[in-house]
């Protein structure tokens, strides 16, 4: 089993930044992928990023590439997701998940554990 716990959502303005956290527990990670997913009211569960564990790379939607950096912190056992230029339509609930295997997932099916998430709201 995988722990996943959000952190770091909160209320920000049009251009501001926010960092969210994620710490995982549970298992050895060197063989899973983590990713970010954000839910608005009404929508579907959409995929932001997703970095490898063991080597660190990156993948992003397209919609946030530029904008949003997925990184991870083995040491703390932590995944990060540092949003900058933020902008109302991104205010949503966020969710940490993670998924076996060394590749990336951008489907909400590809990943068997998820956080509880995180509110975003970006004020205009």
């Known amino acids: 089993q995988v722990q996943l716990v959000e952190s770091g959502g909160g209320l920000v303005q049009a251009g501001g930044s926010l960092r969210l956290s994620c710490a995982v527990s549970?298992?050895?990670?060197?063989?899973?992928?983590m990713g970010w997913f954000q839910q608005a009211p009404g929508k579907e569960r959409e995929f932001l990023a997703a970095v490898n564990w063991m080597y660190g790379s990156t993948y992003y939607a397209d919609s946030v590439k530029g904008r949003f950096t997925i990184s991870r912190d083995i040491a703390k056992n932590t995944v990060y997701l540092q949003m900058n230029s933020l902008k109302p339509e991104d205010t949503a609930v966020y969710y940490c998940?993670?998924?076996?295997?060394?590749?990336?997932?951008?489907?909400?099916?590809?990943?068997?554990?998820w956080g509880q998430g995180t509110q975003v709201t970006v004020s205009s």
């Open positions: 549970g298992r050895t990670l060197s063989t899973y992928t």
């Open positions: 998940a993670a998924r076996r295997g060394m590749e990336y997932g951008a489907r909400r099916g590809d990943y068997g554990y």
